[in-house]
């Protein structure tokens, strides 16, 4: 989980963080373990399980999709601009108004 897409870990921890008390104690009590002691994957493995415990598979699901699925500036930065899909907007923009040609082929000069 420790990999891009950054905002799953993001969201389990949030999830986690916002429940602290019940996960914590979910946690320590079974095992004796501390969470914060685990590496940062099996720490969101944790978290993960935990949230999922006792859920359908419909439910599980949904839980997948919805932690998965990208958030609203994700999109936007995947968007073109002006033609430029992988340099900055910034750069993109300012050789946009520099120059008649195309900001990519301007770029792509660089």
């Known amino acids: 989980m420790v990999r891009p897409p950054y905002w799953i870990g993001q969201r389990l921890l949030t999830l986690a963080i916002k429940r602290w008390p019940k996960f914590h104690g979910a946690m320590l009590l079974p095992t004796g373990r501390e969470p914060l002691d685990l590496p940062l994957p099996s720490l969101l493995d944790v978290i993960s399980a935990w949230w999922v415990d006792g859920g359908t ?8 999709q919805a932690l998965e699925a990208p958030p609203a500036t994700a999109e936007l930065k995947s968007r073109s601009f002006l033609g430029c899909t992988s340099l900055s907007m910034a750069v993109c923009a300012l050789t946009a108004g520099i120059g008649a040609e195309s900001p990519v082929a301007a770029i792509a000069r660089v």
Do not use: C, P, S
Not at 57 to 64: I, L, N, S
């Open 57 to 64: 598979e419909k439910d599980v699901a949904g839980f997948r």
